[in-house]
């Protein structure tokens, strides 16, 4: 199993989450909404409806005119909405994690809203549908610090200087070869990515927040195995042969996670009710 994604959507000002049986993340966004004032960015239509199919994965899609979203949590709906992973949405009821919806939100005719906007919308229907209210709080906490481990500053063979592919020429960004993502079981694969996409994947499986102190700025080919990205994949099922996640990072990246003290962003939940019907 494998899920390509093209640089020339990466690039984009946001670019969308990919989910099998998870959401492969915020961390795929270039801009992180903000609890703002959504007065005036709503959707002249939306749905909302339960998805009672049971299914672990599902589906997160933006076009010009609107999201459609299939079987989320409303703790995955918030995670998206406003940027954070799951692991900073703190309180709230229990359903909002084992209840699943499907959504289908237009903005109105004509509007043409940024990425950013449809975001920042999507914010307004659950505190309409869903009567969510939150706050953001920061706190001191444990987090990690992503370094080069070698004292020499010398890097993993599977970390290799690439092409910077958020600058790059149209054609090489269309070059799967030069420019994109590719995740397959237990194995991730960047060609002219930063290291932010590998950053955001560690978040969510360390369930911490990452500090990037490596110093590597631009464009990486890097490729990364480990047993960790098995699990997060396919639920409980893991690759045996496959290194942990310290120990390949650590030989394949020549990258080391360091434990810390640090600041800690969470998204609180004040108030969420189930849907009201369409």
Same mark, same amino acid.
């Given at each position: 199993? !494998?899920?390509?994604?093209?640089?020339?959507?990466?690039?984009?000002?946001?670019?969308? /989450?990919?989910?099998?049986?998870?959401?492969?993340? /915020?961390?795929?966004? #270039?801009?992180?909404?903000?609890?703002? &004032? =959504?007065?005036?960015? @709503?959707?002249?239509?939306?749905?909302?409806?339960?998805?009672?199919?049971? &299914? *672990? #994965?599902?589906?997160?899609?933006?076009?010009?005119?609107?999201? =459609?979203?299939?079987?989320?949590?409303?703790?995955?709906?918030?995670?998206?909405?406003?940027?954070?992973?799951?692991?900073?949405?703190?309180?709230? /009821?229990?359903?909002?994690? %084992?209840?699943?919806?499907?959504?289908?939100?237009? @903005?109105?005719?004509?509007?043409?809203?940024?990425?950013?906007?449809?975001?920042?919308?999507?914010?307004?229907?659950?505190?309409?549908?869903?009567?969510? *209210?939150?706050?953001?709080?920061?706190?001191?906490?444990? =987090?990690?610090?992503?370094?080069?481990?070698?004292? &020499?500053?010398?890097?993993?063979?599977?970390?290799?200087?690439?092409?910077?592919?958020?600058?790059?020429?149209?054609?090489?960004?269309?070059?799967?070869?030069?420019?994109?993502?590719?995740?397959?079981?237990?194995?991730?694969?960047?060609?002219?990515?930063?290291?932010?996409?590998?950053?955001?994947?560690?978040?969510?499986?360390? !369930?911490?927040?990452?500090?990037?102190?490596?110093?590597? =700025?631009?464009?990486?080919?890097?490729?990364?195995?480990?047993? @960790?990205?098995?699990?997060?994949?396919?639920? &409980?099922?893991?690759?045996? %042969?496959?290194?942990?996640?310290?120990?390949?990072?650590?030989?394949?990246?020549?990258?080391?996670?360091?434990?810390?003290?640090?600041?800690?962003?969470?998204?609180?939940?004040?108030?969420?009710?189930?849907?009201?019907?369409?």
């Amino acid at each position: 199993m !494998r899920i390509v994604i093209p640089a020339t959507v990466l690039v984009a000002a946001v670019a969308i /989450p990919v989910s099998v049986g998870l959401v492969i993340g /915020p961390h795929l966004r #270039a801009q992180t909404p903000s609890v703002a &004032d =959504t007065t005036n960015l @709503a959707f002249e239509v939306a749905s909302v409806k339960p998805n009672p199919s049971g &299914d *672990r #994965a599902g589906g997160f899609g933006r076009s010009p005119v609107g999201l =459609t979203i299939t079987n989320y949590s409303l703790l995955r709906l918030i995670s998206n909405a406003y940027g954070v992973q799951e692991f900073q949405i703190v309180g709230g /009821p229990r359903w909002m994690d %084992t209840d699943r919806f499907d959504v289908v939100a237009k @903005a109105p005719e004509g509007s043409h809203p940024s990425p950013q906007e449809l975001f920042l919308m999507l914010q307004s229907l659950l505190a309409d549908r869903f009567n969510l *209210r939150v706050r953001r709080e920061t706190k001191l906490g444990p =987090t990690y610090s992503l370094v080069v481990a070698r004292s &020499d500053g010398t890097l993993g063979e599977h970390l290799r200087s690439g092409v910077d592919c958020a600058v790059a020429e149209t054609s090489i960004r269309r070059d799967p070869d030069k420019c994109g993502m590719r995740y397959e079981f237990g194995a991730m694969h960047m060609r002219g990515m930063t290291l932010g996409p590998l950053l955001e994947m560690l978040k969510s499986l360390v !369930r911490r927040p990452v500090i990037d102190r490596t110093g590597l =700025t631009g464009g990486f080919d890097y490729d990364l195995k480990s047993d @960790a990205l098995s699990r997060g994949l396919l639920g &409980d099922v893991a690759d045996a %042969t496959a290194p942990s996640l310290f120990s390949a990072l650590q030989e394949q990246l020549g990258l080391k996670l360091e434990s810390q003290q640090g600041p800690v962003e969470t998204l609180a939940i004040e108030h969420a009710e189930p849907p009201t019907p369409d």
